[in-house]
């Protein structure tokens, strides 16, 4: 309990996002060694850190404390039912290693670990450490809304990342483009969108076929 207050209050009193430079990595390293009171004075994230054994024991002291919901979803993976593994869907090496840490293996079980509110206040730790910063916070949103629109049939990881870019955050919210404007409207924002980072170009049928199936979907994240 005493340990869940520090973290509480960490969250007002720090997040500051890490600078470039070497003396910002020496920190980072030394920050496994102190004691999680001279962390919350060193104002320092803790997404670019490597794990310790203090955070692992800290972080399973505070989910023995919770009773988590566990679901298990139908999420399509890419490429014609091969698996997305964490490493290519994330595309972050220390996220990924922590995420395979707590047996977040795929966009399945990101989407399972980060579907609520309170799910992902400990997600976001489980990913970027005790103390992440206010812009990993949003990083991990983007992964878990990214992880639900793979659910819809025909959706691969370039089109959940356009369509999160675009301002898409999930599959209900896909299912509202169901008239042939607003569909229109999403495909030139796709197809900006793309141009811009190098990715295939969704089709306006294809754009057609997701709203029409993610409108048989279930609500996920919340």
Same mark, same amino acid.
């Given at each position: 309990m005493k340990t869940t207050k520090v973290l509480f209050s960490t969250l007002i009193a720090t997040s500051i996002l890490f600078s470039t430079g070497c003396s910002s990595n020496t920190n980072v390293q030394s920050l496994n060694t102190l004691p999680i009171e001279q962390k919350i004075s060193s104002n320092v994230s803790t997404e670019l850190a490597d794990m310790s054994e203090q955070e692992v024991k800290e972080m399973n002291q505070l989910l023995a404390n919770e009773n988590l919901d566990t679901k298990s979803f139908n999420v399509k993976e890419a490429n014609e039912g091969k698996d997305v593994s964490i490493d290519l869907f994330?595309? +972050?090496?220390?996220?990924? %290693?922590?995420?395979? /840490?707590? /047996?977040? &293996? +795929?966009? +399945?079980?990101?989407?399972?670990? @980060?579907?609520?509110?309170? %799910?992902?206040? /400990? !997600?976001?730790? &489980?990913? @970027? @450490?005790?103390?992440?910063?206010?812009?990993?916070?949003?990083?991990? !949103? /983007?992964?878990?809304?990214?992880?639900? !629109?793979l659910r819809v049939e025909k959706v691969t990881i370039d089109d959940s990342f356009l369509l999160v870019m675009a301002g898409v955050t999930s599959t209900p919210h896909l299912a509202r483009f169901n008239n042939i404007i607003d569909q229109a409207a999403l495909k030139v924002q796709l197809t900006l969108l793309a141009f811009q980072y190098g990715m295939p170009i969704p089709s306006l049928d294809e754009v057609k076929d997701w709203t029409q199936n993610a409108s048989r979907l279930a609500p996920v994240i919340y």
């Open positions: 994330l595309m +972050n090496p220390k996220a990924a %290693k922590r995420a395979k /840490f707590w /047996f977040i &293996k +795929n966009p +399945n079980k990101l989407l399972d670990a @980060g579907s609520s509110p309170r %799910k992902r206040w /400990f !997600l976001e730790r &489980k990913l @970027g @450490g005790l103390f992440p910063s206010e812009a990993f916070k949003v990083q991990v !949103l /983007f992964w878990v809304e990214r992880a639900d !629109l």
